[in-house]
């Protein structure tokens, strides 16, 4: 599995509370949407890594964009079929990731916001070759990650409900060479801040 397993349990068990305590989007998550719409032309089909509570995705399709909604934790697709949505649960590693509305049609883009942070530093060169392959020629990709070394686990919530995530964190010339390696060009990597020391490297990239 290209996420650890606690990490997925821990989402599984607070979907609904995490999706409230998200339900906000940044600034700088704000800007990279309108940046990336603009970079689509306004329309497309894009395929969303890591849809949590769908925040994004129903920004997104405010602003013209088609979303085919997919997490690899279960508590989260099922908030979003409770919500009325359609989701899929699916790891970017391991699962076929067709279209199951237009099979045998590419993405026009990938989004990927604060996802990928959980996908082992063996696995992400994979992920990021399988988001490619399934991408058209000239498609676009929003991916973020946490800007740092190596890896680490941070723990929220209470001794009763426990929360575990394990994260790995990027440097911008191993991360620009990783998504290089994978069948993306790179248009700019940007820094970002969120919360204070809650720095992100955000990519903006193009389908080779």
């Keep these: ?16 509370e995490y999706a409230a305590e998200a339900a906000v989007m940044p600034e ?12 689509l032309g306004g329309s497309g089909r894009v395929l969303e890594i890591g849809s949590g509570g769908g925040r994004d995705a129903l920004e997104l399709e405010k602003r013209g964009i088609s979303v085919r909604r997919t ?38 883009g990938v989004w990927a916001c604060a996802c990928l942070i959980h996908v082992a530093r063996e696995d992400f060169g994979t992920v990021l070759a399988r988001l490619a392959e399934a991408t058209r020629t ?17 723990t929220h919530g209470s001794a009763a409900a426990p929360r575990r995530y394990v994260e790995t964190y990027w440097r ?8 290089t390696d994978a069948g993306w060009i ?23």
């Design 138 to 154: 000239g498609g676009r990709l929003h991916a973020s990650v946490r800007e740092g070394e190596g890896e680490d686990v941070s």
């Design 1 to 16: 599995m290209s996420t650890d397993r606690e990490t997925v349990w821990s989402y599984d068990t607070v979907a609904a």
């Design 172 to 179: 911008e010339p191993t991360l620009r060479s990783a998504l």
């Design 28 to 39: 700088w998550v704000a800007a990279e949407m309108d940046a990336f719409v603009t970079e």
């Design 186 to 208: 790179v248009s700019e990597i940007r820094r970002c801040v969120g919360k204070p020391h809650d720095r992100w490297l955000s990519v903006r990239a193009t389908r080779a």
């Design 71 to 108: 997490d690899i934790s279960e508590g989260f697709v099922e908030l979003l079929r409770k919500s009325g949505f359609e989701a899929d649960l699916s790891d970017p590693l391991t699962e076929d990731l067709v279209d199951p509305q237009r099979p045998g049609t590419s993405y026009d």
